[in-house]
């Protein structure tokens, strides 16, 4: 019984160190990568979803191959991944990469693509509302 009590404390002791860590990106594969982007994405506030996303691509984009890009991500939380891809930004925009000059800073790219988040969103939503009245004055009878 002693044992039984010794190991149940060793197991519990492990499982908090093993779970009391902030969320990271696992860099080994981009399989992996991609998988604990979409988990960590899903527990940020949606300000801050965007911005994540954004940088992670930026990020994505701003290597040459991807073995640098999986080396740089592994092991970054959501805050670190976010202040890496403004840096990133920060070099593309004054390399003169077309799809970053055209935004005069991070939070000018972070404001535009918002805006055109929320365009969609709103496309969506009458889309599904047409629908709806579409399928009610539907004028095809079942007949049997």
């Known amino acids: 019984m002693k044992k039984l009590f010794i190991l149940l404390i060793c197991l519990t002791a492990m499982l908090s160190i093993g ?14 990568a991609f998988k604990s982007v979409r988990v960590m994405k899903e527990y940020l506030p949606k300000r801050q979803k965007l911005e994540f996303e954004i ?41 003169g990469r077309p799809e970053y000059t055209k935004f005069s800073d991070w939070d000018a790219m972070i404001k535009s693509y918002e805006e055109e988040r929320f365009e969609q969103d709103m496309h969506q939503i009458k889309d599904k509302e047409q629908r709806k009245r579409d399928s009610t004055n539907n004028i095809l009878y079942d007949l049997h």
């Open 19 to 32: 779970c009391s860590g902030e969320r990271q990106i696992n860099g080994r594969t981009s399989k992996l």
């Open 55 to 95: 940088a992670f691509w930026t990020m994505k984009n701003g290597f040459d191959t991807n073995s640098e890009f999986l080396d740089t991500v592994d092991g970054k939380t959501s805050a670190e991944l976010i202040a890496a891809g403004k840096t990133k930004f920060a070099e593309l925009h004054e390399s």
